[in-house]
């Protein structure tokens, strides 16, 4: 309950900091002498829009509009009543259109004078009914998704072409952190912000909100998991059954992780038989086939008994030992002891030149 109770206020909050900004925005009404008009851009309960005209002549009379297309003789003429150079109209809202969420529209009014001389104004009206957002967080690069071993999280909530765009974001951590977020749009989708994490080890969400420019509003929850502590590796046996095609590694021993009951991932490197690295180390995301509890899967004290063979590919001839990390869902390693393998004996010819006596 408490917990439900300071969400709510963190969403006020954000919330409160978003229409802050937009009260202020700077306003687009045009000033001219010509005759203006402007739509309320949003359609009433009963499917009306409001339609205000300003600096009129106070000779207007009559009123006839159209959506999407200028009006033609088959649209009666209205009355209009102009005060001070001011009218309104209501008129009932444009067709539907195979988008339910964003439509585009435009509306045409053509005023008349009491001399016959008619003006020609028009304005779009866009409906908006949804916030399309896309929110993308950058895990680490040895970590599953949703999880992560760093202080920081990397963020980024893009504009997905919304059907007015989006005007401002926001997001917390576990209710506790608040931050502002850019809102950028998909040609820069390289770019990512970091945001500081609690401190904390354990799971949390990231709650992200977002507005767009009719005021729709939309949110997201994101769990993740900090884990900052390498797994306990024991009892390791391993080995490597080296072939001519492919070589397979196989290693049994107990993984102890608070967040993972088997190791996710594995790295190798090729050694020499001086302990030159050979190549670039090979980071691989064991696969279900690949890895398997012993037991029952439970994390106990001392650990969860696993088994996992994964294949190594061809092995080069001067290769003498790999050595091995394991990693749990966060990205942090550990690393077990080297396994060495037999090196195949290198056969050379020498050439002996003979005396001539």
């Known amino acids: 309950?408490?917990?439900?109770?300071?969400?709510?206020?963190?969403?006020?909050?954000?919330?409160?900091?978003?229409?802050?900004?937009?009260?202020?925005?700077?306003?687009?009404?045009?000033?001219?002498?010509?005759?203006?008009?402007?739509?309320?851009?949003?359609?009433?309960?009963?499917?009306?829009?409001?339609?205000?005209?300003?600096?009129?002549?106070?000779?207007?009379?009559?009123?006839?509009?159209?959506?999407?297309?200028?009006?033609?003789?088959?649209?009666?003429?209205?009355?209009?009543?102009?005060?001070?150079?001011?009218?309104?109209?209501?008129?009932?809202?444009?067709?539907?259109?195979?988008?339910?969420?964003?439509?585009?529209?435009?509306?045409?009014?053509?005023?008349?004078?009491?001399?016959?001389?008619?003006?020609?104004?028009?304005?779009?009206?866009?409906?908006?009914?949804?916030?399309d957002m896309i929110v993308n967080?950058?895990?680490?690069?040895?970590?599953?998704?949703?999880?992560?071993n760093q202080d920081t999280i990397m963020v980024q909530m893009i504009d997905n072409?919304?059907?007015?765009?989006?005007?401002?974001?926001?997001?917390?951590?576990?209710?506790?952190?608040?931050?502002?977020?850019?809102?950028?749009?998909?040609?820069?989708?390289?770019?990512?912000?970091?945001?500081?994490?609690?401190?904390?080890?354990?799971?949390?969400?990231?709650?992200f909100l977002a507005y767009d420019r009719r005021s729709n509003v939309g949110y997201l929850e994101m769990p993740l998991v900090r884990d900052v502590t390498p797994p306990v590796v024991t009892n390791v046996i391993a080995s490597v059954e080296r072939g001519e095609q492919?070589?397979?590694?196989?290693?049994?021993?107990?993984?102890?992780?608070?967040?993972?009951?088997l190791p996710w991932a594995i790295e190798w490197q090729f050694v020499n038989r001086y302990g030159v690295p050979i190549g670039q180390p090979v980071y691989h995301v064991l696969g279900e086939h690949e890895v398997q509890s012993e037991g029952n899967g439970s994390l106990a004290t001392s650990g969860s008994p696993f088994q996992l063979n994964v294949s190594l590919g061809v092995i080069t001839n001067d290769a003498a030992a790999v050595h091995l990390k394991l990693f749990d869902r966060a990205g942090n390693g550990q690393a077990l002891e080297p396994v060495a393998f037999p090196v195949p004996d290198i056969m050379y010819t020498v050439y002996i030149p003979l005396t001539v006596r």
Not at 181 to 192: F, G, M, N, W
Not at 196 to 207: A, D, R, S, V, W
Request: glycine content about 6%; some cysteine; charged content about 15%.
């Open 246 to 261: 492919s070589s397979r590694l196989i290693v049994s021993g107990q993984f102890m992780d608070t967040y993972a009951p």
């Open 161 to 207: 072409n919304d059907c007015t765009g989006l005007r401002s974001g926001a997001f917390s951590v576990d209710d506790e952190i608040l931050y502002d977020l850019p809102i950028l749009s998909i040609e820069q989708s390289a770019h990512y912000d970091a945001y500081q994490l609690l401190t904390k080890e354990g799971g949390m969400i990231l709650y």
């Open 1 to 131: 309950m408490q917990r439900s109770y300071h969400r709510r206020i963190v969403l006020i909050a954000i919330t409160a900091l978003i229409w802050l900004g937009m009260a202020f925005a700077p306003s687009t009404i045009a000033q001219s002498g010509r005759p203006q008009l402007q739509l309320s851009n949003y359609i009433d309960q009963i499917g009306q829009v409001l339609v205000d005209f300003w600096q009129l002549p106070p000779t207007t009379r009559e009123l006839r509009w159209s959506w999407n297309q200028p009006p033609v003789d088959d649209n009666a003429w209205e009355p209009l009543l102009v005060f001070q150079g001011f009218a309104f109209a209501y008129v009932p809202g444009p067709p539907e259109t195979s988008n339910p969420l964003c439509q585009h529209h435009t509306f045409y009014a053509e005023l008349r004078d009491v001399d016959g001389n008619t003006t020609l104004l028009s304005a779009p009206l866009t409906i908006d009914r949804a916030v």
């Open 137 to 148: 967080v950058r895990w680490p690069e040895y970590a599953m998704t949703g999880y992560t």
